[in-house]
């Protein structure tokens, strides 16, 4: 791919900081500043080499440097009222990047100005459907919107307020053999089990819940800044959240605190709408509400490398008209016996499919 050369300009302007006026022997103006970013468009491909051009323009004293920050750390320092620097992206996760300007003047006075420009995936997503193996009997009126497997037993949360609940079946038999209901006011979503504990979140309640795994007795709750929970899995290490927007979020299961967000991106936007998530063989998979469509995405770069077309899976005969289907929703993989299964709110159905490429 031939890199773009991408200029932007920036021109240094700040109200004057009055601690710093008040402490001049002189009335020194702060840098005068306005920005401009050519091209218009802030979308820009991973490779892709940006230039930045920065000017700075000062009404009274001389300049003593100017510092050019990239996401927080420093990319370049210059006493040049003009300089330039290029920014190679070939190493850069996708998502938003921001840029800061400062420039300090000899008598301490201080200007900034800040840019961001979006990155997105250089990769072509690898087109997958399926095929399915087996299906088994699910129940119609559970809203699905958790689903994980640990140690041969089949993990579901369900949501709507008023009938929200965990359920936990015996994959041998595939018979539901424990289930607890959640307090009324509460829209149950993501689950996920990590160190014999069940994790799940709440729609808009901005509340969490940790249980026993095995009685699912309450252990703590936690509150999340999250306007609203969707998805949750874990990597072994991290719980793993999605919240319908493009971000994922890495929380610590003891602390739960927010340790960092990834951006999910294809080659042409942000990815909105993640839902239900699972974690298969070092990659993060998702539904996307509203879709037939699972993605793949790659947890160190925030890109989608795969796209799963579930189109179908429910077929015209399994529609009930009484009892009417939402959307797909709902991924399992079972670690043990290599297994895949897909399912939707109120699908009549769990499937368990394996996945075929695509012919050119």
């Known amino acids: 791919m031939r890199a773009l050369s991408i200029c932007i300009l920036i021109v240094f302007s700040i109200s004057c900081l009055l601690l710093n006026c008040a402490q001049s022997s002189k009335r020194t103006r702060p840098p005068v500043t306005s920005i ?31 510092e050019l920050f990239l996401d927080g750390k420093s990319l370049f320092t210059s006493n040049k009222t003009e300089f330039t620097y290029e920014i190679n992206t070939e190493n850069l996760v996708v998502g938003t990047h921001y840029l800061k300007a400062i420039a300090i003047t000899d008598d301490g006075i201080k200007g900034e100005n800040y840019s961001e420009f979006l990155l997105l995936s250089d990769q072509t997503p690898q087109k997958l459907s399926y095929k399915i193996i087996k ?3 699910h129940n119609i009126e559970h809203f699905t919107e958790g689903f994980e497997i640990k140690n041969g037993f089949l993990y579901e949360g369900t949501g709507q307020e008023g009938s929200s609940a965990i359920y936990k079946t015996d994959l041998s038999n595939w018979k539901i053999i424990k289930e607890y209901k959640l307090e009324k006011q509460y829209f149950g979503e ?12 709440t729609y808009k309640s ?31 290490k991290y719980l793993i959240m999605s919240d319908g927007t493009e971000f994922l979020y890495y929380i610590d299961p003891e602390t739960l605190k927010e340790i960092k967000k990834i951006q999910v991106c294809n080659r042409e936007s942000t990815v909105q709408n993640i839902n239900e998530l699972e974690y298969i063989n070092g990659e993060i998979w998702a539904n996307i509400w509203t879709s037939d469509t699972v993605v793949i995405i790659d947890p160190k770069t925030g890109k989608i490398v795969a796209e799963i077309n579930l189109k179908g899976l429910l077929s015209a005969n399994l529609f009930n008209q009484k009892s009417p289907v939402d959307v797909l929703n709902g991924i399992a993989y079972d670690h043990d016996k290599n297994k895949i299964y897909v399912t939707g709110k109120l699908w009549p159905k769990i499937f368990e499919i394996e996945l075929v490429k695509n012919k050119k």
Do not use: C, H
């Open 36 to 66: 401009n970013i050519m091209p218009k468009n802030s979308k820009y491909i991973v490779g892709n080499k940006l230039q930045v051009a920065l000017k700075t323009k000062i009404k009274d004293g001389s300049l003593r440097k100017t």
């Open 206 to 236: 901005q509340i969490g819940f940790v249980r026993n795994a095995d009685t699912f007795e309450l252990i703590k709750s936690w509150n999340y800044k999250n306007e609203q929970g969707w998805g949750l899995t874990n990597d072994g």
């Open 135 to 137: 299906s088994y009997p």
């Open 190 to 201: 993501g689950i996920t089990i990590f160190n014999g504990k069940l994790y799940q979140l």
